[in-house]
Structure formats: C-alpha cells, structure tokens
C-alpha cells in the first residue's frame, strides 16, 4: 500500500473520473484547463500535494 510521503498515512488512487474521491483515504484529484489538462494529485489525509501531470485533451482529442 502506498503512503504519503508527508503524513504517511496509507492512500489509494481512486479509478473512477470523479475529481473528490468518496473512499476516505483515496487520492484527491483536480483538473483545470480545456485544451491541456494539468492535474494535481493530493493527499486526503494532509492535503499535501503528491504529485503534478498533464496532457493533451479537450477540444483536440475528444478527451474530458
């Protein structure tokens, strides 16, 4: 099981495409943007930020 590097506390990475997680120690993810996406991923536990990502989506590859 994965912890977070901050609190470590146990954390899982939800799979479905909703941005808050409803499992309490799942992963919180957020995006912004249309055409590239940036997301960032969030510990629930201390709300540190876990890690950055990003991709081509949107407009351009029918992508959410």
Do not use: W
Request: hydrophobic share 35%; proline share 5%.
């Amino acid at each position: 099981m994965a912890k977070c590097p901050h609190c470590k506390n146990e954390v899982v990475l939800e799979s479905t495409k909703r941005e808050t997680a409803q499992v309490s120690d799942a992963v919180h993810k957020e995006t912004a943007g249309m055409v590239k996406k940036e997301i960032m991923y969030s510990c629930p536990h201390c709300d540190s930020v876990l890690g950055f990502g990003f991709f081509i989506g949107g407009l351009l590859t029918d992508r959410p």
